[in-house]
């Protein structure tokens, strides 16, 4: 069973570290104040989650998860992810990351920049679009009828599949959109951002996107 590493243990990282759990997989989660800060968290997710360094965590797992602001992601590390699957679940806001001007120019993307600071890592775009308390409550089994659907982009296509199995492992159907350059399509308030929908419904959601400077000048 793959080992799943966290750089980043808040809501959504705290999140998909208990569904993966659940799921089968085992953890290693890591922040930036040190392992100690995590006990409380790992004494509820059991035996298959421990704490570690962010070196460590990244070191230790066969998908890393990095859930951090996105000002941050110069912070990690570099090495211990060299050919390693990088799940990336950023959003870019200013007020809280300071202004971007790649960003706001929109001439790249999020995860695009995690990936350029990563060059020898597969990243792949997942779970900035739902709430961590409905990614916590509204996974289904596989086959069920209206099952919500999670987006995904990556520039790999054996990494999208990987990434694509974890999401149905823990409850989760998945549309691929393809490259890291189309994952502005599902960025936040754009029309599949934070919202319930099967397959079908996140196609449509992810066809209506609009670049942000196009929809300043409908406004």
Known sequence: MKTLGFIGAGNIGGTLAKLAVDAGYNVVLSNSRGPETLAELVAKLG??????????AAAAGDIVVVTIPLKHYKSVPVEPLVGKIVID???YYPGRDGHIPELDSEKTTTSELLQAHLPRSKVVKAFNHIWFEHL???GQPAGTKNRRALAIAGDD???RKSVARFIDAIGYDVVDVGPLAEG???QRDLPAYNVNLDVDGMKAALGKAKRYA???KQS
């Open 47 to 56: 035996p298959k989650a421990r704490a570690a360094t962010v070196q460590e």
């Open 89 to 91: 679940t950023n959003n």
């Open 136 to 138: 916590k409550a509204q």
């Open 157 to 159: 296509a054996e990494a």
């Open 184 to 186: 502005w399509r599902f």
């Open 214 to 216: 196009e929809l300043a």
